[in-house]
């Protein structure tokens, strides 16, 4: 029994098609088990030949992408969903429905008409997708101690959180069971490309009674307001003549994100000192740890997302493996805590 990450690529195009098996052979760690022109082929492979992972392009002939994911996430419900997404607002759109539908995560198409630097970009978003969506957590992680009740109510002023892989998901179930009359501004780094934080900001406002946007440069914070940061847009608060005014700008990544959770978190733990309340959710990488440390200094409070609820570990895990957590909750008992912190209930 082969130990790769057995893979099936779905476009309508044989040059994406051609472009993304060429990169993915090129990694010993994968193979390639069958590709495919359209969504209903996809679905007939993929019930034969079982692949762990499964890229698919939205917009396809004969079946689309979002018609076959439904199916697929019925026929093979192990195999993970990478959607391919074009840089467009109906994209971003169709992407977050996908999400919504159950997706792993996706990967932007390169906007970019240079071949070698399309390459080097779908290498770089697509690569630790696939082998984050098969990383198995592993049984130490999840048999950590629950850490719960360390978090004193009705302390903190503002709410920072952190997410990447599952965000949007995630960001969801959350949302939908906060109060209208939750007492504190709310700021969210999700790790996403311009055009698509607007629509997870759109969507969120749906389904909540707080008013979720994406932050504008120059707005001032305001209680019960949600604030997404803005692909490619690092977000800060400032206090400028006693008011707290959010800074939107484009300095360098930071863990390779913009906009970065550290930066985020740092500026929140500046601006507000002990009130401060961060949230570490699911996602890749540690993005968010160096940030819960200057929160924890500075008398604020940090909650990280368990194993088993998380779709990534790595950005949790970050945090309660460097003794950051004051609590480890699963992803059903986080709104319920934050309205006790937050005395909304």
């Given amino acids: 029994m082969s130990d790769k990450i057995r893979v099936l690529v779905v476009d309508d195009s044989a040059i994406m098609r051609k472009l993304i098996t060429d990169i993915l052979k090129k990694d010993p760690q994968i193979e390639i088990v069958g590709q495919a022109e359209n969504g209903k082929k996809a679905v007939e492979l993929a019930k034969s030949l079982r692949p762990d992972v499964i890229t698919l392009d ?37 992407t977050l429905e996908a999400l919504s539908l159950g997706a792993f995560d996706f990967v932007p198409k390169p906007s970019t008409k240079s071949f070698l630097e399309s390459v080097k970009k779908i290498e770089e978003d697509l690569l630790p997708k696939i082998k984050g969506a098969t990383e198995k957590v592993r049984a130490s992680f999840l048999t950590l101690p629950k850490i719960t009740t360390r978090i004193k109510s009705g302390l903190y002023r503002v709410l920072g959180i952190g997410v990447s892989t599952g965000g949007p998901q995630t960001l969801t179930e959350i949302f939908k069971e906060l109060p209208g009359d939750f007492p504190a501004p709310i700021l969210i780094v999700q790790h996403m490309p311009p055009l698509f934080t607007k629509q997870l900001a759109e969507r969120l406002d749906k389904i909540t009674p707080l008013k979720v946007k994406e932050a504008e440069n120059g707005e001032p914070v305001k209680e019960g307001m949600v604030y997404i940061a803005p692909g490619d847009y690092h977000m800060v608060v400032k206090k400028e003549n006693n008011q707290k005014i959010i800074h939107l700008h484009q300095g360098p990544p930071k863990n390779n994100c913009r906009p970065s959770v550290d930066v985020l978190f740092e500026s929140l733990a500046e601006v507000y000192n002990g009130t401060c309340l961060a949230l570490v959710l699911t996602g890749m990488g540690r993005d968010g740890a160096e940030g819960a440390q200057l929160i924890k200094k ?24 460097s003794g950051l957590a004051d609590e480890v909750l699963s992803l059903s008992e986080i709104p319920k805590r934050l309205k006790e912190i937050f005395k909304c209930l």
């Fill in 298 to 321: 500075k008398g604020g409070a940090v909650i990280a997302q368990d194993a088993q609820s998380s779709i990534v570990y790595g950005m949790p895990r970050a945090v309660i493996e």
């Fill in 58 to 94: 939205i917009e396809m002939p004969e079946m689309d992408g979002l018609t076959a994911l439904r199916f697929l996430k019925k026929e093979v419900p192990s195999a993970k969903v990478i959607m391919f997404s074009s840089l467009t607002q109906e994209g971003a759109r169709a």
